[in-house]
Structures are given as structure tokens and as C-alpha cells.
Nanobody
Framework: QVRLVESGGGLVQPGGSLRLSCAAS????????MNWYRQTPGKERELVAS????????NYADSVKGRFTISRDNRKNTMYLQMTSLKPEDTAVYYC?????WGQGTQVTVSS
């Protein structure tokens, strides 16, 4: 059974940082590219960042380039999203995704 469990969300002030984690199980994690998406009410889910199966290739949405870093630890079956210089417009539910599977999401709120 495939499971993707996000954690690390919360409330942070503008300019602050957060690190999200996605713990994966039920599939050969190291063989799959992984993605972070985010969604705000009334909008479509937005692809934030992607990482290849062994982490050698990453891609970012223009809106987060230079501020967010995606990474993974295949020994721990875990993916991360380090978010810095957070802005109020980064407020969203962040989802871990791969191969048609989605986590339950973790809320990130950027507000003073």
C-alpha cells in the first residue's frame, strides 16, 4: 500500500523558513521521481518542485526559484522541501506526489 505522509508545515512570519518532509512507503522510493505541489482555495494545484529518482535533477516553479530547495534521502525513503524567504503568497496546502499518488497535505501559512 502506497503511503505519502507530509509533515513540517505551520505558521511562519514573512521572511522565515520551514522544512517540509514527505515520508514514503509501499513502493520502491529510489526508483521514482517525486514532486511537491501546493494549492490554495479556489485555485488549481501548482507544481512547486520536482526531483529525479536519484536526486541528480531538480526543477522549480519560477515563483520559488532561489528560495526553495527540494532534496531526498533514498536511505530514509524521505523527500524534503526547504523553504526560505517565505512570502504570504506561499501560503497553501503542500502536497507530496508521485506516480498518481498523493499525500494528505500539510498547511503552510505565512503571516505576521
Amino acid at each position: 500500500q502506497v503511503r505519502l505522509v507530509e509533515s513540517g508545515g505551520g505558521l511562519v512570519q514573512p521572511g522565515g523558513s520551514l522544512r517540509l518532509s514527505c515520508a514514503a512507503s509501499g513502493f520502491p522510493f529510489s526508483l521514482y521521481a517525486m514532486n511537491w505541489y501546493r494549492q490554495t482555495p479556489g485555485k488549481e494545484r501548482e507544481l512547486v518542485a520536482s526531483i529525479s529518482s536519484f536526486g541528480g535533477s531538480t526543477n522549480y516553479a519560477d515563483s520559488v526559484k532561489g528560495r526553495f530547495t527540494i532534496s531526498r534521502d533514498n536511505r530514509k525513503n524521505t523527500m524534503y522541501l526547504q523553504m526560505t524567504s517565505l512570502k504570504p503568497e506561499d501560503t497553501a496546502v503542500y502536497y507530496c506526489q508521485t506516480a498518481g499518488y498523493w499525500g494528505q497535505g500539510t498547511q503552510v501559512t505565512v503571516s505576521s
